[in-house]
């Protein structure tokens, strides 16, 4: 049950890995005199944040990876305190948990992205950053949530782990905040099994995201620096072969995009004359992935009637993207004073209990998405699926 690059596995994918192997060198770092080595994580960096629009790229084994190197890179502190969306993966809570900083949960709107109404009174004398979360491929209200940044002199993080490829207002997400963190896990827009990537114009920002990522190097090192480390690090490298996937899936992911809105947008054609909901805001309906079509009842038990119907179930049922089914999250935020049980969001708890996620891209029952359609349906099966969530739906 993969993401929608997955499903376009081909010779490009096979082509890329079979040069590296033929090279020889796997490690992201290598002879600059050998025409064997062929800087390929360094090139996915240059190539993505080109994409992007962005100054600067990083490599690194993970989303989560990416996250942590991003909380690092922003100069946060422990006890300094970041808020993020009640509704996100886990990765964007332990990734600050495990930097010491402190996630402060708000509330999401219907867009399943963070409520732009709910931050400004969870900000404290110890809120340094927002981190809005880009979830199923849906841009957060970036125009508000810049604005309360700029207004409380916040840093912002944007967590994209599920939206490469998205834009908001013609700027691609990632851009938009301070540093812009992605996944390249098998679940997501475009993958390579697992990497991620980070994007920011910040020079100083880069400089030390990528020290984290690599033991404390500057970037770009030849060899190893002695006497030029100023900063811890750990392991978040990419090596050469993940990076040759990810390069190939980079040139196909418009024509993702383009394929999976197309596909959407005939399904959300077809079930629009059903009752009783109504599909998710889109803060920018021209930019976001398309990985999803979200549809949000009237009514819980609408909405569990009709997920059962199809063999789905509501988001709040799905797994670890819901803050309430995070016992291990749950029990953190308990032992430092946060609150920490199912019912200390009502509106988050609300939205995710009436809602209801088709898949369109990405085929992941841990995202409540295990029914619906791929990007390689079609138009037939597009029909029968509309036609089964109209008959759950009477």
Avoid at 67 to 86: H, M, R, T, W
Avoid at 157 to 169: F, H, N, R, T, V
Avoid at 274 to 282: H, N
Avoid at 335 to 345: C, F, L, S, W
Wanted: aromatic share 6%; net charge neutral.
């Amino acid at each position: 049950m993969p993401g929608p690059g997955a499903y376009w596995f081909g010779q490009e994918e096979i082509d890329a890995v079979t040069r590296v192997m033929q090279g020889g060198h796997l490690f992201r770092y290598g002879s600059e005199d050998d025409p064997n080595f062929l800087h390929t994580v360094a090139t996915l960096e240059k190539e993505f944040a080109k994409y992007c629009g962005a100054k600067f790229g990083l490599a690194t084994s993970s989303g989560t990876s990416s996250l942590i190197a991003s909380v690092i890179g922003l100069g946060l502190k422990p006890g300094d305190e970041i808020i993020v969306p009640a509704y996100t993966f886990v990765a964007s809570y332990t990734s600050c948990i495990f930097s010491g900083v402190i996630p402060v949960l708000a509330e999401i709107d219907e867009s399943l992205t963070l409520d732009p109404n709910d931050i400004e009174h969870r900000i404290t004398s110890r809120t340094k950053a927002i981190m809005p979360v880009h979830m199923l491929g849906n841009s957060c209200d970036m125009n508000r949530i810049m604005a309360i940044a700029k207004k409380h002199r916040l840093l912002v993080l944007e967590d994209c782990c599920q939206a490469a490829g998205a834009s908001y207002k013609g700027k691609k997400v990632g851009t938009i905040g301070d540093i812009g963190a992605y996944s390249l896990n098998v679940f997501k827009t475009i993958n390579s099994g697992d990497g991620g990537l980070a994007v920011t114009n910040n020079a100083n920002i880069y400089e030390i995201a990528f020290g984290m990522h690599d033991h404390g190097h500057k970037p770009s090192r030849l060899g190893v620096e002695v006497g030029s480390r100023n900063m811890l690090g750990l392991n978040f490298r990419m090596n050469e072969l993940t990076a040759a996937v990810a390069l190939a899936q980079l040139g196909k992911i418009d024509k993702i995009i383009s394929t999976l809105r197309e596909k959407r947008s005939k399904l959300k054609k077809l079930i629009e004359e059903a009752k009783d909901f109504k599909f998710r805001t889109l803060n920018d309906p021209e930019g976001d992935c398309a990985t999803l079509c979200t549809v949000i009842f009237d009514t819980r038990e609408q909405a569990v009637k009709v997920s059962k119907a199809l063999g789905s179930k509501t988001i709040d049922a799905s797994g670890w993207h819901v803050y309430a089914n995070m016992e291990h999250v749950l029990a953190h935020l308990k032992k430092i004073g946060q609150p920490h049980t199912k019912g200390a969001y009502p509106k988050t708890d609300d939205i995710l209990s009436r809602a209801m996620n088709i898949s369109i891209g990405v085929v992941d029952g841990g995202l409540g998405a295990g029914w619906g359609i791929n990007i390689n349906s079609s138009d037939e099966e597009i029909e029968k699926a509309a036609q089964q969530f109209i008959e759950a739906c009477k």
